[in-house]
């Protein structure tokens, strides 16, 4: 049985890849505390704020309120003034801000979700495919934000480009195991593609 573990602080940049189905999106519930570990033990300070986007976040968002009613919602004691400012720093300004959600892409749609949860200045970011629904000029939007956060990072995505751009360690969840991976994305990639032709 192999055993691993995963430190988590303000300067971590995880990436968690492996196949469909393997459990990346359990293993962040059970680093969150969401889940019970079968094996081992976690440690949370008390104090920890962390910030979840997952596959589904935009599905939480009430498609007829604006972005600025999902904030005012989540946070009835803000200033329309100080929504709007965070907001803006998502890209979603002016009457865009003030559009039902249905009017929405999905990319802003993610703009809302990221700054929803980012509102509160978590230390940890746990991402769950963020690119989705992203295009090109999005997801580089979103990776030059998270090189500016200055908290630690842990992201599930099939994406090598935005994984390279951000993640400097990198975790394998396959078959019900986790192992730390000894090299780059570009490194787990070319060994995926050898371990199918070797088993062709």
């Known amino acids: 049985m192999t055993q691993v573990n995963v430190m988590v602080d303000m300067e971590t940049r995880i990436a968690l890849v492996g196949p469909n189905g393997a459990g990346k999106s359990t293993l962040v519930k059970t680093l969150m505390g969401n889940i019970p570990e079968?094996?081992?033990y976690r440690f949370i300070h008390n104090k920890l704020r962390v910030g979840v986007f997952t596959q589904h976040h935009t599905e939480m968002l009430d498609n007829k309120m604006?972005?600025?009613?999902?904030?005012?919602?989540?946070?009835p004691d803000e200033t329309g003034e100080n929504v709007r400012k965070h907001l803006g720093s998502f890209g979603i300004s002016?009457?865009?801000?003030?559009?039902?959600?249905?009017?929405?892409?999905?990319?802003?749609?993610?703009?809302?979700?990221?700054?929803?949860?980012?509102?509160?200045?978590?230390h940890i970011l746990m991402l769950d495919e963020p690119t989705n629904h992203l295009d090109f000029d999005s997801i580089n939007a979103l990776i030059v934000a998270l090189n500016k956060y200055e908290g630690g990072l842990i992201v599930v995505s099939h994406d090598q480009y935005f994984l390279s751009?951000?993640?400097?360690?990198?975790?394998?969840?396959d078959a019900g195991t986790v192992t730390k991976f000894d090299g780059d994305i570009a490194d787990y990639r070319k060994s995926v593609l050898a371990m199918k032709k070797t088993k062709k």
């Open 94 to 122: 002016g009457n865009l801000a003030l559009r039902p959600m249905y009017l929405l892409s999905g990319g802003q749609k993610s703009r809302v979700s990221f700054a929803l949860i980012t509102w509160e200045k978590p």
């Open 38 to 40: 079968l094996d081992g």
């Open 66 to 75: 604006s972005a600025v009613e999902q904030m005012m919602k989540h946070y």
């Open 165 to 173: 751009a951000l993640c400097d360690r990198l975790y394998v969840v």
